[in-house]
């Protein structure tokens, strides 16, 4: 009863997801109009059975970049397709991947919508990373035996009373179609809450420790630096950023400077459509700094105190660049906090706020190695930054600690390959029995 009545809901409530899409488009991102017949599973056809991969936004669609091209490289003959619901991710993923395979914007949970898309589309294997689940999809898929790997799946504390909710919506496809690829033992016992099958969930760990980038980073984030006239000034770098935590780090660099300490900063913002905002608040509040984006048109200032970071795919150079880090969406209570294994693969001396329910396992792990000191207000991010800046020592120590906690914990993308090989060779629409 309570899945005819999702669909009848979702059917419903699909004309004000169309409005508000394109409001939000027309205002925000005018670039995805031409793709948003996406939305409604349009789009390309494959000619044989494909991968399909989903990743709900940017740091998802990283954590998918190092599994996408094992699996080319593993299956070269087979298409694959590459989902994300934001238009940052599908920028990302575009960034990252090129042409190497099908980007597309994952399509509104409406029936007709995920039919169409799945019609078009063909998996033989949907893989979805992290934590994204529309009941419309998921019950497609278990209706036309495709299985479906939550891969480095996790669930936070406060959303297992929700899915159990929730449950009548997944009973079907968490018993035959859905095979969880857990973060951590706590996630798995969640997912055993919530109603999947206790021999369908294993434990693999978390994709984003596979992260991989260039050895010329480094190269990059020197180079950065030169550019900028910041070759010895000290650099904090505020990553994935909202409006109080922009407003936190300014207050940070300003009592700083008050005290004689030479320190630029990097705000990066989480969200794009938040860039101009932010330049106009910089502008107002006669802050000497400069956007990012204009670098290369030579009307960058010399020896700027904040650096606007207003393009995408260049967080991992801004921590590059680094003496310090804050990794944002922390200080507030209604976000959970971004990534943390980024700064700490670059051995980059790691803080953030008590708010990052997203990833409470990595939280602990990194403050247990000693890489990562969580503060709870401004007034914490003052003091801390305030002794690490006086003592490069210490940061050096607390970065290799960073870095040495993410090769400790690399392995994930080849536990997953492993999971993912005897669905492969499965038969297209054949029941699936067992776990990976």
């Known amino acids: ?3 005819w009545l999702y669909r009848l809901l979702a059917t419903m ?48 669609v990283q954590a998918a970049a190092a599994l996408v091209r094992a699996l080319r490289s593993k299956y070269p003959d087979v298409p694959i397709t590459l989902t994300a619901t934001t238009g940052t991710g599908v920028e990302r993923a575009r960034e990252t991947l090129g042409r190497m395979i099908d980007i597309r914007f994952l ?17 033989r294997l949907a893989i979805i990373i992290e934590k994204e689940l529309w009941p419309n999809l998921l019950g497609e898929c278990a209706a036309r035996a495709i299985p479906v790997v939550l891969a480095s ?30 973060q951590s033992e706590t996630d798995a016992d969640r997912f055993r ?48 950023t909202y409006e109080f935590e922009e407003f936190a780090l300014l207050e940070v660099q300003r009592r700083l400077r008050v005290d004689g300490v030479d320190i630029a900063l990097v705000i990066a913002p989480r969200h794009p459509s938040r860039f101009d905002a932010v330049a106009a608040r910089l502008h107002s509040a006669g802050i000497n700094f400069v956007r990012r ?27 590059a660049t680094a003496d310090l880090a804050f990794v944002g969406g922390s200080l507030l209570t209604d976000m959970g906090g971004h990534n943390l294994i980024e700064p700490a693969a670059l051995a980059v001396p790691t803080i953030t706020g008590s708010q990052g329910y997203n990833a ?36 050096t120590r607390r970065g290799a600690l960073g870095r040495a906690f993410v090769e400790k914990n690399r392995g994930t993308l080849e536990r997953l390959l492993v999971c993912l090989e005897p669905l492969m060779a499965v038969p297209r629409h054949q029941s699936l029995t067992t776990n990976c």
Request: hydrophobic share 45%; net charge neutral; proline share 4%.
């Open 1 to 3: 009863m309570m899945r």
């Open 13 to 60: 409530a699909l004309p004000v997801a169309t409005a508000l899409f394109v409001l939000r488009i027309f205002r925000d991102d005018p670039s995805e109009q031409r793709e948003f017949s996406q939305r409604f599973g349009f789009g390309a056809r494959h000619a044989t059975d494909a991968i399909w991969i989903h990743a709900v936004s940017v740091g998802e």
């Open 107 to 123: 399509p509104f949970d409406s029936l007709g919508c995920v039919k169409r898309f799945l019609d078009r589309v063909r998996p």
């Open 153 to 182: 799946a996790t669930i936070s504390a406060r959303s297992v009373n929700l899915w159990r909710r929730f449950a009548p919506l997944f009973r079907n496809v968490f018993e035959s179609s859905v095979i969880v690829a857990a």
């Open 193 to 240: 809450q919530i109603g999947v099958t206790p021999n369908r969930i294993q434990v693999i760990g978390n994709l984003k420790f596979d992260l991989s980038f260039s050895h010329s980073l480094v190269e990059q984030g020197t180079a950065l630096r030169t550019r900028y006239g910041w070759p010895h000034r000290t650099i904090l770098v505020g990553g994935s």
């Open 293 to 319: 984006s204009q670098l290369d048109t030579g009307s960058t200032s010399a020896a700027p105190d904040v650096l606007l970071l207003d393009t995408l795919g260049e967080l991992m150079t801004a921590y």
């Open 360 to 395: 409470p396992d990595i939280t602990v792990a990194l403050q247990a190695a000693g890489a990562l000191t969580v503060v709870n207000d401004v007034e914490g991010l003052f003091d801390e930054v305030r002794g690490l800046v006086a003592r490069k020592t210490e940061r």
